[in-house]
C-alpha cells in the first residue's frame, strides 16, 4: 500500500547533512547484508531484487523521518494488476496450485501442489508458483538453458522449476475437451416437450458415412468432395415416417481422417445416438476403433451399419468376429447392439436403419423446454469477408431467438440473423435445430457450449469471470515449445521451419496443426508463427518475409493481388484443399531442409612407390593394389597404420594423361590441392561416398 503523504507537510529538497545520514544508514546496511551472505543459494529472493528506486521526502521538522514511496513504471502497474487478475482464481486448465500458500512465512515444510499439463511461457509459471520470472530465467540460465520472459518451456522444463521450490507436480495429458461449464441437465419440467435426436456417423475413412447420408437425403453430395474425403462437420435435418408419424432425426457427417480427431470427439460430445460405419470388405480400421472408444467410454447409444454389402466377396461374420472383440456384440450374438447390413451406394436396407434409428430414439426419451433461455453446442465457426463471424451451432435446448444475447467462453454478441440448415432464415428456433448464427464479435472457439444470457452486462460479466479463471490453450503450443529440455541436455543443432497457416475454420486449424504434431521433428521443428482464419493478407506477406516462413493456406481462396505481392518477395505461399497433399507437401519440404549424410565404400588400395615435385606441387607416385583409384574420390592416407590425411584426389594421372580412374594394376600419379608430405610406403584408400536417403 502506498503511504499517503500531504505536500504541504514536507520538503522536497536534501540538506547536505541529511543526505550524508542517509547515505551513512545506507551503507551501514550493505555492509551487513554482505556479511551475511558469504555462502547463498542461488534460488534465494533477494539476490534477484531490483536496484532501490525509492524516492525519500523529507519533513521540515523532523529531518530524522524518512518516509519511501515505491514509484513503479506503468509497464510494472499492468504487470501487477494482470497478476492479481490470474490469481483471482487458481484453478487454471493448465496450472492449478490446489493449497494456498503463505509466502511471508519461507517455510520449505509446506506442502504444495501443482498441476502442469502443457507448454507454457515464464511468465505463466512465475505467477502461478508465486516466484518473480527473473529468478527463473537466472536459475534456467545457470543449467545451461537461454529463456526469455515470453518464452514457452515445454512440461519438463516447467517440472524442473516447480521442484525446485519444493512442489509436487501432477501431470495430466491434455486432451481437447468441451467447456462442461453450463452443460446441459436432465430435462423434467411440465412444459418440456419430445425433442429430435442427434445422430452422430462415426467411421474409419472411405467406409462410406457421407455416402450414407445421401442415401438417406437422396443426395450427391460425396461425389463433390474434394480428395474424396470429408474434411469439416455437416449436419442436415431428415424426416422419415414411422408408425404414422413424421419423425424428425438430425444426423451429422464427420470427417474420417486421422487428422479430424477433435472434430470427431466434438460431435461424440453432444451426440444422444451413433451409427457405427463398417465397410464389410475392409473391417476394423484405426478411426474405427477410436469411435469404438468414444462409444463405450460414454455410455452412448449405438446401431453398427456394415455397409458395401454388395461388393464380392465381403466377410460380415469376420466383422461381426473383430467388432466382439471390442465388446460391441450384436443382438445376434446375445448383446444388445443392432447390426444392420447395408449397400449406401446401392440404397439396399436404408429403410430398416431408418426404422432401427427410431426405435432406439422411442427408448431414450429425449426432451428439451422450448420455454428457457436457449443453451447449446459451437460445431464450427469461422470468418466471412462480407457477413463477419458466422458460427455453425446445435440448440440442445430452449428457444433462441433474433435479439438474443449469445456467450460461448470469451466470445459473445447479439444474434442478428439466424439460418437454418436448408438455406432459411429464421425469427425464432427450437430445440435440436442445426443453425448458422450471426452477430458474435469475435470467433468464439468450436466444441464450447454456449447460452443465451437477458442482457449485454450480464455477458461481459461471464467473460471477465471466464478471463480470470482460464488461460485460453492455443493449439499451436503444442508444436512451439520453444525450449526443450532434451535440447539443451544433447546439444542438439536442429532447423526451424516457420509456418504461418490460415485456414476457413477453427476445426479446420486443429486438424492441420494435428497432423504435423505426427511428423517426426528431431532434425527440423515446426514453428508456428500464427494460425488465423480467413484470407491471406500483405501483413501475413510481409511476416513472411520478415522471419523466412512459409505460409499454408487451407480451404480458402488467394486474391490475384496477394499472389504477385509473395511473388515479388518470393515467399512461398501454398494453397491446399485436402488434408493429405499438405501433411506430403509439408514432409518433402522438411526432408529438403535436411543436410545430405553420407555413407563411403572402400572401392581401391594404393601404395605410394615415388614423389617427385612438379610446378603445381608435389605428385605421389602410386601402384593400384586392390580395386580401383578415382578422381574426386575421397582418400584416407596411412603412415605406419596411422592416419596422416583425409582428403579428395583433384588430379589423376596416368602417363602424362588426365584420367578419372586407373584400375589395378596399373600405375598413376596422385595429386592432392590441399597436402604436399607424401611419403614412399604411404598407404592410400580410396572412398566413394553415397548419399543416405534422407529421413525425418
Keep these: 500500500m502506498r503511504t499517503s503523504i500531504n505536500n504541504s507537510d514536507f520538503n522536497l529538497k536534501f540538506d547536505k547533512k541529511t543526505k550524508n545520514v542517509f547515505k551513512q544508514g545506507i551503507d551501514n546496511k550493505v555492509k551487513l547484508k554482505k556479511k551475511k551472505s558469504d555462502s547463498f543459494d542461488l534460488y534465494q529472493d533477494h539476490i534477484f531484487k531490483k536496484k532501490n528506486k525509492s524516492k525519500v521526502i523529507i519533513p521540515k521538522d523532523d529531518s530524522h523521518n524518512l518516509v519511501s514511496e515505491s514509484i513503479k513504471s506503468n509497464k510494472q502497474k499492468k504487470k501487477e494488476k494482470i ?60 543449467q545451461g538453458i537461454p529463456v526469455t520472459v515470453n518464452k514457452i518451456v515445454d512440461i519438463s522444463i516447467a517440472t524442473q522449476v516447480a521442484q525446485k521450490y519444493n512442489f509436487t507436480v501432477f501431470n495430466q495429458n491434455h486432451e481437447f475437451k468441451l467447456d462442461h461449464q453450463n452443460k446441459l ?15 452422430t456417423i462415426l467411421g474409419h475413412v472411405d467406409h462410406g458415412k457421407t455416402t450414407l447420408l445421401d442415401a438417406i437425403r437422396n443426395t450427391h453430395f460425396a461425389i463433390k468432395e474434394i480428395g474424396g474425403i470429408t474434411q469439416s462437420i455437416s449436419a442436415y435435418e431428415v424426416n422419415w415416417k414411422y408408425n404414422s408419424l ?32 463398417v465397410a464389410a470388405d475392409d473391417g476394423l480400421k484405426p478411426q474405427t476403433i477410436e469411435a469404438i472408444d468414444y462409444i463405450i467410454s460414454k455410455k452412448l447409444p449405438c446401431i453398427v451399419a456394415i455397409n458395401k454389402i454388395d461388393k464380392a466377396d465381403v466377410n460380415i461374420t469376420r466383422v461381426s468376429e473383430q467388432l466382439a472383440n471390442y465388446n460391441i456384440l450384436s443382438t445376434d450374438w446375445g448383446g444388445e447392439i443392432l447390426f444392420v447390413e447395408i449397400s449406401a451406394l446401392k440404397k439396399i436396407n436404408i429403410d430398416k436403419l431408418l426404422t432401427a434409428i427410431c426405435t432406439l430414439v422411442e427408448s431414450i426419451n429425449l426432451k428439451a423446454d422450448p420455454s428457457q433461455l436457449a443453451q447449446g453446442i459451437i460445431l464450427e465457426a469461422y470468418l466471412n469477408r462480407t457477413k463477419g463471424t458466422i458460427v455453425n451451432m446445435v440448440i440442445l435446448n430452449g428457444t433462441l431467438k433474433v435479439g438474443d444475447i449469445i456467450v460461448s467462453g470469451n466470445a459473445y454478441g447479439r444474434v442478428k440473423k439466424i439460418i437454418n ?34 442482457n449485454e452486462k450480464e455477458a461481459k460479466k461471464l467473460i471477465a469471470d471466464n478471463y480470470s479463471s ?67 493478407s500483405n501483413t501475413d506477406i510481409d511476416l513472411a518475409y520478415s522471419t523466412q516462413a512459409l505460409i499454408i493456406a487451407f480451404n480458402i481462396n488467394i486474391s490475384t493481388n496477394i499472389l504477385n505481392a509473395a511473388e515479388k518477395l518470393n515467399v512461398c505461399l501454398c494453397k491446399f484443399f485436402i488434408i493429405y497433399d499438405l501433411i506430403d507437401y509439408i514432409r518433402n519440404y522438411m526432408l529438403n531442409l535436411i543436410d545430405p549424410e553420407y555413407d563411403k565404400s572402400l572401392i581401391g588400395q594404393a601404395k605410394v612407390e615415388t614423389t617427385f615435385s ?78 543416405k536417403p534422407k529421413a525425418l
Excluded at 425469427?427 to 454456449?450: D, E, W
Excluded at 543443432?493 to 497432423?515: C, E, F, M, R, W
Design 83 to 142: 497478476k492479481k487478475k490470474l490469481n483471482l482464481h487458481v484453478d487454471n486448465p493448465h496450472i492449478k496450485i490446489q493449497q494456498s500458500i503463505d509466502f511471508n512465512s519461507h517455510t520449505d515444510s509446506e506442502s504444495k501442489s501443482v498441476i502442469i499439463d502443457s507448454p507454457l511461457s515464464i511468465e505463466e509459471l512465475s505467477i502461478k508458483l508465486q516466484i518473480p520470472p527473473e529468478e527463473i530465467i537466472t536459475g534456467l540460465f545457470l
Design 614 to 691: 612438379i610446378s603445381k606441387g608435389i605428385v605421389a607416385g602410386c601402384i593400384v593394389e586392390s580395386g580401383k583409384l578415382k578422381k574426386n574420390a575421397l582418400i584416407n592416407v596411412y603412415r605406419s597404420d596411422q592416419l596422416v590425411y583425409e582428403g579428395i584426389i583433384s588430379s589423376l594421372k596416368q602417363i602424362k594423361n588426365d584420367v578419372d580412374e586407373v584400375i589395378i594394376g596399373n600405375e598413376c600419379g596422385i595429386m592432392c590441392a590441399d597436402y604436399n608430405l607424401w611419403q614412399s610406403q604411404d598407404l592410400i584408400e580410396v572412398y566413394e561416398l553415397y548419399e
Design 470 to 536: 482460464n488461460v485460453i490453450y492455443n493449439t499451436k503450443n503444442l508444436l512451439n515449445s520453444n525450449a526443450k529440455l532434451h535440447n539443451y541436455k544433447n546439444k542438439t543443432n536442429v532447423k526451424n521451419l516457420n509456418l504461418i497457416i490460415k485456414a476457413d475454420t477453427q476445426g479446420t486449424i486443429d486438424a492441420v496443426i494435428h497432423s504435423f504434431i505426427q511428423i517426426p521433428q528431431s532434425k527440423i521443428k515446426l514453428n508456428i508463427l500464427t494460425s488465423s482464419l480467413g484470407v491471406v
Design 421 to 454: 440448415s436448408v438455406g432459411h432464415g429464421l425469427a425464432i428456433a427450437g430445440p435440436s435445430c442445426i443453425l448458422q448464427v450471426l452477430g458474435f464479435h469475435s470467433i468464439p472457439q468450436a466444441g464450447k457450449y454456449f447460452h443465451v444470457v437477458p
Design 185 to 199: 441437465q436432465q430435462i423434467n419440467s411440465p412444459t418440456s416437450i419430445n425433442r429430435a435426436p442427434i445422430i
Design 246 to 277: 413424421d419423425k424428425q432425426l438430425i444426423f451429422i457427417d464427420t470427417p474420417g481422417h486421422e487428422a479430424f480427431s477433435s472434430m470427431r470427439l466434438r460431435c461424440a460430445q453432444i451426440t444422444d445416438l451413433v451409427i457405427l460405419i
